[in-house]
């Protein structure tokens, strides 16, 4: 099980961090992604991080302002936001993949196994 959790309601430039508990079994051994669906349009990829943390991927939109980051001892995934923009409202989704790959591989929702319950973020102007 995925929990993500940290979402609010912030002003532009604010700042929010992101958590994505899991539960039941481990993922240290699973890439995690980071996908968010604003209303009315598709949901997109955010952030995704290899099992390892050794290897970050962002969406351009997010590039220098998010920070994807995983904890595997305790379980955990994080997604820093800084410099939020009204257009970052969307609700908020980890998932985790057990996929071989590396790059694009991470935006294709398809290939996560597990996703959690979104947390919502909404960034007024």
């Known amino acids: 099980q995925l929990q993500a959790s940290g979402g609010g309601l912030v002003q532009a430039g604010d700042s929010l961090r992101l958590s994505c508990a899991a539960s039941g079994r481990t993922f240290s051994s699973y890439n995690m992604g980071w996908f968010r669906q604003a209303p009315g349009k598709e949901r997109e990829f955010v952030a995704g991080?290899?099992?390892?943390?050794?290897?970050?991927y962002y969406a351009d939109s997010v590039k220098g302002r998010f920070t994807c980051s995983r904890d595997n001892a305790k379980n955990a995934a994080y997604l820093q936001m800084n410099s939020l923009k009204p257009e970052d409202t969307a609700v908020y989704y980890c998932?985790?993949?057990?996929?071989?790959?590396?790059?694009?591989?991470?935006?294709?929702?398809?290939?996560?196994?597990?996703w959690g319950q979104g947390t919502q973020v909404t960034v007024s102007s």
């Open positions: 991080i290899s099992w390892s943390g050794g290897s970050v």
């Open positions: 998932a985790a993949g057990n996929f071989l790959g590396y790059g694009g591989v991470y935006r294709e929702g398809k290939l996560y196994n597990y």
